[in-house]
């Protein structure tokens, strides 16, 4: 069983960033950020492959967020800036056994709220 924990959320600015981590503790073959708002379903954000050769963003945040790995600390980051507050959410990390839509593992999720 993997375990994922996440960290970094908080509140920031419209404009500001943040940098959300999430260590796990086996590596899986791909990551991923996901998250949902409220009342809204969860959403894909960004993933990529550990071995850092497959990296893809949803639209809404591509040119503003980057995911990112550090293979020797098992440890996957996103970086975010720019932030409006329609990225308001609970993050989660989640992690794949294989390519495909669907994730195996997840994280407990990390609150970044976004204030106008």
């Known amino acids: 069983q993997v375990q994922l924990v996440e960290s970094g959320g908080g509140l920031v600015q419209a404009g500001g960033s943040l940098r959300l981590s999430c260590v796990a503790s086996?590596?899986?073959?791909?990551m991923g950020w996901f998250r949902q708002a409220p009342g809204k379903e969860r959403e894909f954000v960004a993933g990529?492959?550990?071995?850092?050769?497959?990296?893809y963003y949803a639209d809404s945040v591509k040119g503003r967020f980057t995911i990112f790995r550090d293979t020797g600390k098992r440890t996957v980051y996103l970086q975010m800036n720019s932030l409006k507050p329609e990225d308001t959410a609970v993050y989660y990390c989640?992690?794949?056994?294989?390519?495909?839509?669907?994730?195996?593992?997840w994280g407990q999720g990390t609150q970044v709220t976004v204030s106008s």
């Open positions: 086996l590596r899986t073959y791909v």
């Open positions: 989640a992690g794949a056994r294989s390519f495909g839509p669907e994730y195996d593992y």
């Open positions: 990529i492959r550990w071995s850092g050769d497959w990296i």
